[in-house]
């Protein structure tokens, strides 16, 4: 099923733009990690699998996660990735619930929660406020908030203080962790923190490991919350070569790697945001701090188009409530990549009939 609301397709992801036709296209669609995932990784999931005969036990693999985040093992739930966990909370969630949802945002929790039988509030941040979180804009009645931090795909990080002041008793707090990592020193971060009321923290391992063909991520909640959605998972629902990778994803040397893996990204967003400032028909929300970049400009969808031909998938904008046709979300790449996308997109915006902008990839 396909949640249309009010003309968002709520179920459009960037891997759609890299499917049929998408042969030799560079991806800055999707938000994965290029280079991944690294061949030690690789190697620990081959080694796995002679031991698929067995049924998965996922006691090992939670214990490195609940440790990852100096937690109790009884507040981790391993998920075939976060969207899973959004489909469990939303199935979770009693009939007459009042649900909200902060957008623009990963749209599969408002899906999700659609499907499951919920009417659904939106609160739109706005361009002019930098898509910046105002917890007081949030009503009051609201018993479920979801909120991602880093955004996807305003790519905006939210103070962890204004984000904590969303909770309140008897309301659940949802806050989609998983582009955190990609984030240097995680400054913002909840997952961990035990002193927020109704505090659930959704975190991926697919994105900074290239991982989304293998689907694993985890929940960090009270035990009260672990529990039913535990209960309302199938037997044995993370592959025994997923729990090898969660295993190995949090170990001390796989977090240093990620954490320098960010600290790269940091520099190569910031040369994509240089070259695009270099375009006067081009905004972005500068205040960027995931591995990807929004941008607007006028006829973005016949740029988009254009950039197809030049060789470039970029991931549209109007799927995300809050947004239109203007908007575009790139995926940050090395140098030499985005300095030959910054060129097409010269190319691109020349056209489509923009006003001339001058080549940016220097």
């Known amino acids: 099923m396909y949640a249309h609301a009010d003309g968002h397709d709520l179920r459009h992801h960037g891997d759609a733009e890299m499917r049929d036709g998408a042969a030799g296209l560079v991806d800055l669609a999707v938000n994965v990690r290029t280079g991944t995932p690294p061949d030690w990784l690789c190697a620990r999931i081959a080694e796995s699998l002679t031991g698929l005969a067995a049924y998965p036990d996922g006691r090992v693999a939670r214990a490195a996660v609940a440790a990852r985040h100096g937690l109790p093992a009884e507040r981790v739930l391993l998920t075939a990735g976060a969207a899973e966990a959004f489909v469990l909370l939303a199935r979770a969630l009693p009939a007459g619930s009042r649900p909200v949802v902060v957008h623009p945002q990963f749209t599969e929790p408002e899906a999700a929660l659609r499907d499951a039988g919920h009417e659904v509030r939106r609160v739109l941040l706005r361009e002019e406020e930098g898509f910046r979180l105002d917890p007081a804009a949030v009503p009051e009645d609201a018993d479920l908030v979801v909120l991602g931090n880093p955004t996807n795909p305003t790519s905006v990080l939210h103070p962890a203080g204004t984000v904590a002041r969303l909770a309140r008793p008897g309301r659940t707090l949802v806050v989609d962790e998983a582009f955190m990592d990609a984030v240097p020193g995680e400054p913002e971060a909840l997952a961990g923190r035990v002193d927020v009321p109704g505090l659930v923290v959704l975190r991926s391992l697919t994105k900074t490991w290239g991982l989304a063909g ?32 969660a295993e190995a994803c949090v170990s001390p040397a796989a977090l240093a790697e990620a954490e320098a893996a960010a600290r790269r990204t940091a520099v190569e967003r910031a040369h994509l945001l240089a070259g695009l400032a270099e375009f006067d028909e081009v905004r972005t929300v500068a205040a960027a701090r995931g591995p990807f970049v929004l941008l607007r400009t006028a006829r973005a969808d016949a740029v988009r188009a254009r950039l197809r031909v030049l060789g470039f998938a970029t991931r549209r904008g109007d799927t995300f409530p809050g947004l239109d046709a203007r908007w575009l979300r790139l995926a940050v790449r090395d140098r030499a990549t985005t300095n030959r996308f910054l060129q097409a997109l010269d190319q691109s915006l020349t056209a489509v009939g923009e006003p001339g902008g001058g080549t940016a990839g220097g």
Do not use: F, M
Not at 218 to 240: C, D, G, H, K
């Open 214 to 245: 293998l689907r694993i991520g985890y929940v960090l909640a009270e035990p009260e919350t672990v529990e039913p959605l535990e209960r309302a998972l199938p037997l044995w629902p993370v592959s025994i070569p997923a729990l090898a990778a």
